[in-house]
């Protein structure tokens, strides 16, 4: 197919953002995750198809690969429809970073929409993220202009693993973890887990849900439950010392 | 198929290894453009002291590994053609499972940071930069024929020049 007068080859499972990112070529996008799948919620990585079956806008993260695509990343209809779509982010989420930059690079100082004072931009990641650990503790509710992500009646999760994977992946830094004394808490999800002492230098490091979610994957070798990972390393340090002392009195 | 051993009795503990790591790891990848990066390069070697021992380890690239079974996303994978695990930094989302099933204590992440570090064995490199750099062959790099070859060798010489000393 041909990705801006450029001919390129792509797999054949893949999407038009997937082919056109391996071969170098730079599409900007929100929500899309490459362990997680298209989505195609914040519209950002809009490009055009020129010719084929369905010619128009698309979101590349979600069309797949055709045998003679004709597609452009970077002309004019899709720059503006970019900026709008960006736009309109940024008037949701005046303070994230990530969007700003985005719209500096498009061009935009200030939206010229109504400014509201949320962090969210409902892009799903961290629902998708929380379904592809396997606990589900988030969803999305409501819909239209009261569409939100929350934890099941808004109340603190019970499922939480506080594994901080949704804090890590959200590209507007809307949920936070915050680790106070022997409490990891997320202000978004109201939610707060206990974190467990390493056993030997006790520092507070594993979060007590998660513990027992990797006891029950039988993954957890007996001696090194409830160590930190330094001490993990210290503690393989002593059996060896002990092995070593044994060989020099031989 | 070669892997990075460790010879206990002659680590003397200077972490030479874990520098020529962070710095190989570097974008600049000289130590003095390395100290002024941000974010700082990390290492993926460690030289711990117990009990007035002291001895490196790096992840041991496990047959089958316990990071690899835990990871959701299939980030962490293990490359059968190499014998290694690698770690995606693209597929990786972040939840830090394999920090905390890794028997040894290997795989880290700095607070606030998403993606994990564990030694990738250099792949730019023949050799890697922590086996490289040490002053006393403690790490090496070999196959394990190769290296029961030296073994035995050290073992004759010993004998040779007078008296068993196990090695």
Known sequence: ?250 | MKDVFIELEKCQGCKSCELACAVEHSKAKTLFAAISETPLPRKRVFVEYVDGKRFPIQCRHCEEAPCVAICVSGALSRDESRALVTHSKERCIGCGMCVMVCPFGVITREMGSKVITKCDRCKDRDEPACVESCPVGALVFTDMEELEKTRRRGVIKNVLIGGFKAS
């Open chain 1, 1 to 250: 197919m041909i990705v801006n007068n450029q001919e390129i080859e792509a797999k054949e499972d893949s999407t038009l953002l997937q082919a056109a990112s391996a071969m170098g070529i730079v599409i900007p996008t929100l929500c899309f995750h490459e362990a997680l799948g298209p989505h195609g919620s914040c519209r950002v990585c809009l490009v055009e198809i020129v010719n084929g079956a369905r010619p128009g806008l698309v979101a590349s993260c979600t069309y797949p690969v055709e045998e003679g695509l004709v597609v452009e990343t970077n002309n004019t209809k899709v720059l503006k429809t970019r900026r709008i779509m960006v736009e309109l982010l940024l008037a949701r989420c005046p303070d994230s970073t990530k969007i700003r930059g985005l719209a500096n690079d498009l061009g935009i100082a200030e939206p010229r929409f109504d400014k509201e004072n949320e962090s969210c931009i409902l892009c799903g990641l961290c629902v998708r993220v929380c379904r592809e650990i396997g606990i589900n503790s988030v969803g999305f509710i409501q819909r239209g202009t009261n569409r939100e992500v929350t934890t099941p009646f808004q109340k603190p999760s019970e499922v939480c693993l506080g594994c901080q994977a949704c804090a890590f992946l959200c590209p507007t830094g809307a949920i936070k973890f915050e680790d106070v004394a022997e409490e990891r808490k997320v202000e978004k999800w109201k939610t707060s887990i206990k974190l467990q002492r390493c056993s030997s230098c006790s520092r507070p490091f594993f979060p007590e849900p998660l513990q027992l979610y990797l006891k029950e994957k039988e993954l957890l070798v007996p001696e090194n439950i409830g160590l930190c990972e330094v001490c993990r390393r210290k503690s393989l340090g002593s059996r060896l010392a002990s092995i070593l002392s044994r060989k020099s009195t031989v």
